[in-house]
Nanobody, 117 residues
Framework: QVQLVESGGGLVQPGGSLRISCAAS????????MTWYRQAPGKERELVAT???????RYADSVKGRSTISRDNVKSTVYLQMNSLKPEDTAVYYC???????????WGQGTQVTVSS
């Protein structure tokens, strides 16, 4: 059974930092492209950052320079370090696992990140 379990969300003040994690099980993690998405109230889900099996990364313009995605293949975990957080970063953050050239993908349950003073 495949599970993606996000953790690390919470309330942080503007300008603060947060690291969220996604622990995967039931998949051969090394082979999967891992992506963080987010969805704010009333908005569509959007891609935040992605990391390939070879650790190539890509970021949305809105978080570029403020966020870093990384993966630990031994722990089957992907991380998103977010710095200089803004109120507009407030959203539920979802972890996604997908094999390249495949339509199969898995989602986590999401973790809430709230940026507010």
């Amino acid at each position: 059974q495949v599970q993606l379990v996000e953790s690390g969300g919470g309330l942080v003040q503007p300008g603060g930092s947060l690291r969220i994690s996604c622990a995967a099980s039931g998949i051969r993690f090394n082979f999967y492209v891992m992506t963080w998405y987010r969805q704010a109230p009333g908005k569509e889900r959007e891609l935040v950052a992605t990391i390939t099996s070879g650790s190539d990364t890509r970021y949305a313009d809105s978080v570029k320079g403020r966020s870093t995605i990384s993966r630990d293949n031994v722990k089957s975990t992907v991380y998103l370090q977010m710095n200089s957080l803004k109120p507009e970063d407030t959203a539920v953050y979802y972890c996604n696992a997908k094999l390249p050239y495949s339509s199969n993908q898995y989602w986590g349950q999401g973790t809430q990140v709230t940026v507010s003073s």
